[in-house]
Nanobody, 120 residues
Framework: QLQASGGGLVQAGGSLRLSCAASGLTFTRYSMGWFRQAPGKEREFVAVIRWNGGTYYADSVKGRFTVSRDSAPNTVYLQMDSLKPQDTAVYYC????????????????WGQGTLVTVSS
């Protein structure tokens, strides 16, 4: 089970840190991804931190967002800096036993989402 939290309202240029707590799975074996869905748009990949610590980011967030993980507790984080209005979306965390790619179909576990709203 994945529980995302940390969303909220922030002004453009501000920062937020999202958390995703994992339970009921062997956390260190999973690659953990973040996706987002803006109003009226399809869900898109944001970032992934793989089971071996490797990271990969969407071009739209590279240099602004940082994904990290801590096995004690079993939590993955998404630090979001220099936020823009176009970052407004519901953010989802997801887990996969595979390598961890931008493909949604690869992920077997999903959290419920947390809303991030960036005002201009």
């Amino acid at each position: 089970q994945l529980q995302a939290s940390g969303g909220g309202l922030v002004q453009a240029g501000g920062s937020l840190r999202l958390s995703c707590a994992a339970s009921g799975l062997t956390f260190t074996r999973y690659s953990m991804g973040w996706f987002r869905q803006a109003p009226g748009k399809e869900r898109e990949f944001v970032a992934v931190i793989r089971w071996n610590g490797g990271t990969y980011y969407a071009d739209s967030v590279k240099g602004r967002f940082t994904v990290s993980r801590d096995s004690a507790p079993n939590t993955v984080y998404l630090q979001m800096d220099s936020l823009k209005p176009q970052d407004t979306a519901v953010y989802y965390c997801a887990a996969t036993l595979l390598l961890g790619s931008p493909r949604e179909s690869e992920y077997s576990h999903w959290g419920q989402g947390t809303l991030v709203t960036v005002s201009s």
